[in-house]
């Protein structure tokens, strides 16, 4: 009689980190026999990797957390229902509670991921939750456990916690004191990637260019780059998010000097009022910041930046939002990530600053916000147009068939057709391309994305760049 594995089913919410935490998750159910599945009525164990950042996460869980037990009363299958990641930090045995202790049978802290194989068998046996939120030091992972989901990009967390405080942001709260994985396990990671096929890594950390190896005190996180920059089989390295007020000249250089660091840089402000960032212990302000971007052109001309902006912040006035929009239009940001300030648990500002922007006025200014970046984008995309960019192919097109996807250095989206007619050769599958970097020349500029054409000739082989 053949053994029928056990099935399990992620889902996940959040940001980069907490996507690269569930491919260590998928990896150790894996290890521990379990086969993935994609089908909710088919899982034996379902894990919902939660995010406590962005408002309303934790109704969200709820929400799930009430059609599974819809699904389990329609179906009689009652799978072993985990929840991890920050709201499972946050809340602990509280999620219990709020549920009568009917819908969750595991939850698990931020630091305890390793814990999930023999708390979901626990938990399968005993008539009982189990609750593990404890905090935990270690931030050694197995070498090639992750489960990645990307066949071409792979998430490398370089820290783990943060030590700032700003104050309406709960990460600290949720993932910890900040804590540097060595140098050694690092590279290793990315070596091991590489080996994998994956063309670019992503280097993660909450102040990613914080880094200091614990194992290696000279290596600050512009020697990182340079060292993860001789690894092998790599084309792009990227690196989110860094902090403006760890962004220093070394920093700068490595971005310029070294091919593979992809030019492009996340250099998140948060508001364009020196008042407001002092109210959030941004720990910068806006003359500084704008010196800094002043010395990152000036270093790197064709540099992207991209940033994080919140509207509505207590205390924030119409003339501070004003100063918000000056420097977007003073900045030409490639691309913003934009949020209506939402009171987050545990937070400084939580704790001693009134919620006192109307919902309706953080509205109106986040729109305000998002039209006057699209215009800008617009014009970024406008001026592309005739130009070639070389493209690392990640995706099939989602929006129309047979066009392939992929993003520029300044991690611009690009999609294009395949290459047919005299001097060319067409690849007989959409997976052929991925993984490859290739010349397109950009025809047509789109809101949020570039349309171009391969420039030259595409000779088949291995991924890696075409020589066109």
């Given at each position: 009689m053949r053994f029928m594995a056990k099935k399990y089913l992620i889902e996940t919410f959040g940001c980069q980190m907490n996507v690269h935490d569930s491919e260590r998750m998928a990896g150790l159910l894996d290890q521990a026999g379990y086969e993935p599945t994609d089908d909710e009525r088919d899982a034996d164990v379902i894990v919902i990797n939660t995010c406590s950042v962005r408002e309303h996460a934790e109704e969200k869980l709820y929400t799930r957390l009430g059609k599974l037990r819809v699904l389990g009363d329609e179906t009689g299958h009652r799978p072993v229902v985990a929840v991890a990641g920050c709201v499972a930090q946050q809340e602990g045995a509280t999620l219990l509670r709020k549920t009568n202790g009917h819908l969750i049978d595991v939850v698990l802290g931020t630091q305890r991921l390793k814990m999930l194989p023999l708390l979901v068998d626990k938990a399968a046996r005993a008539p009982f939750a189990e609750v593990d939120v404890a905090p935990w030091d270690d931030v050694s992972f197995p070498l090639g456990i992750a489960r990645r989901g990307d066949p071409v990009k792979a998430y490398v967390t370089i820290i783990e916690g943060c030590n700032?405080?700003?104050?309406?942001?709960?990460?600290?709260?949720?993932?910890?004191?900040e804590r540097m994985r060595p140098k050694a396990d690092?590279?290793?990671?990315?070596?091991?990637?590489a080996a994998s096929g994956r063309r670019e890594v992503q280097l993660l950390g909450q102040i990613v260019n914080h880094y200091q190896a614990p194992d290696d005190p000279a290596c600050d996180f512009a020697q990182l780059l340079a060292e993860v920059h001789e690894v092998p089989g790599l084309e792009r390295i990227r690196f989110a998010s860094p902090h403006p007020r760890h962004t220093g000249a070394r920093l700068i250089e490595a971005v310029r000097d070294l091919p593979k660091v992809c030019k492009h840089m996340h250099l998140p402000v948060q508001s364009g009022s020196t008042r407001v960032l002092q109210a959030m212990r941004r720990r910068h302000t806006r003359e500084?910041?704008?010196?800094?971007v002043a010395q990152i052109r000036d270093a790197i001309p064709d540099v992207a930046l991209s940033t994080d902006m919140i509207v509505g912040f207590p205390g924030e006035g119409v003339e501070d939002f004003e100063q918000t929009l000056s420097l977007v239009e003073a900045v030409q940001y490639s691309s913003i990530f934009s949020f209506k300030y939402s009171v987050r648990p545990n937070t400084l500002a939580s704790k001693r600053m009134p919620d006192d922007v109307s919902e309706a006025e953080k509205t109106a200014r986040i729109v305000a916000l998002q039209s006057l970046q699209r215009e800008i984008q617009m014009g970024l995309h406008e001026r592309a147009v005739g130009t070639t960019v070389d493209v690392l192919v990640d995706a099939v097109s989602r929006r129309r068939d047979g066009e392939m996807s992929g993003r520029t250095t300044g991690n611009t989206v690009v999609n294009f057709p395949p290459p047919g007619g005299a001097g060319s050769q067409i690849l007989d599958s959409g997976s052929q391309w991925i993984g490859r970097t290739v010349p397109v020349t950009?025809?047509?500029?789109?809101?949020?994305?570039?349309?171009?054409?391969?420039?030259?000739?595409?000779?088949l082989g291995a991924p890696g760049r075409d020589p066109c």
């Open positions: 700032d405080y700003c104050a309406f942001c709960v990460v600290p709260y949720t993932r910890g004191h690092i590279l290793a990671d990315v070596r091991e990637a500084q910041y704008m010196e800094l950009i025809r047509r500029a789109e809101p949020n994305s570039l349309w171009g054409e391969v420039a030259g000739r595409v000779p």
